[in-house]
């Protein structure tokens, strides 16, 4: 089945500890998305690609970056992982027309 | 500040009740969707609706848009255990599906 896949799906770090996060996809969508999810609040959109364009939001961290070597791939990088980064990091796919997102099941980042 | 509020923030109905759940935002959109997300789990499109429709169904789903009001609901009809999960409104303002602003979501919570 086409599915946005990430790993891994609990990832545990430690304060200052680079950490990178995995999203693939078979769906062969051409716009990929981070999005990062604290407990009980909305999806907040990090930055996205649409083919390998990198539109990163403006009041994303710099301590947040993204690859995205092909298609299928896409991971985002933190390179000094604080305590307030520890959330659900969320993958999504979308063809770039009003057909929704696709996402992946998350990856759990917790931080010590 | 987040475009898509939604109302109630819990909501708990009986299996077979139907649920409404309510959603405003502030700015002209091109569409708006709502997704559903299981307890730590990635989120699944359900349905848009773009800002020239006013209503839109789809199986026990039920869409209003209301661009005056800016406002939008969705209803589930004949409500089972396995729709208890928590809904998001999602706001796209450019209609190139981009960039989806998220509410903070509503957890529904359906008895059997």
């Not at chain 2, 406002?71 to 255990?81: D, F, K, P």
Request: hydrophobic share 30%; proline share 4%.
């Amino acid at each position: 089945d086409a599915m946005v896949i990430q790993n891994p799906r609990y990832q545990v770090t430690q304060f200052g500890k680079p950490v990178t996060l995995s999203c693939s996809q078979t769906l062969n969508h051409n716009v990929m998305y981070w999005y990062q999810q604290k407990s009980s609040q909305a999806p907040k959109l990090l930055f996205h690609y649409y083919d390998k364009d990198f539109n990163n939001e403006a009041d994303t961290p710099d301590n947040f970056q993204s690859r995205r070597p092909n298609t299928s791939f896409c991971f985002l990088d933190i390179r000094s992982p604080g305590l307030g980064d520890a959330a659900m990091y969320l993958c999504a796919t979308s063809t770039g027309d009003l057909r929704g997102k696709f996402f992946g099941p998350g990856t759990r980042l917790t931080v010590l | 500040s987040q475009q898509g509020e939604e109302d109630p923030q819990a909501l708990s109905i009986q299996e077979g009740e139907n649920a409404t759940m309510n959603c405003s935002y502030k700015t002209s959109i091109n569409n708006l969707q709502w997704y559903r997300q299981n307890s730590g789990r990635g989120l699944v499109h359900l349905i848009l609706i773009r800002s020239n429709e006013r209503e839109k169904h789809s199986g026990r789903l039920r869409v209003t848009l209301d661009t005056s009001k800016k406002s939008s609901s969705l209803l589930i009809t004949a409500s089972r255990a396995a729709d208890t999960a928590s809904y998001f409104c999602a706001t796209d303002v450019t209609g190139a599906n981009s960039k989806l602003t998220f509410g903070k979501g509503i957890t529904l919570s359906v008895r059997p």
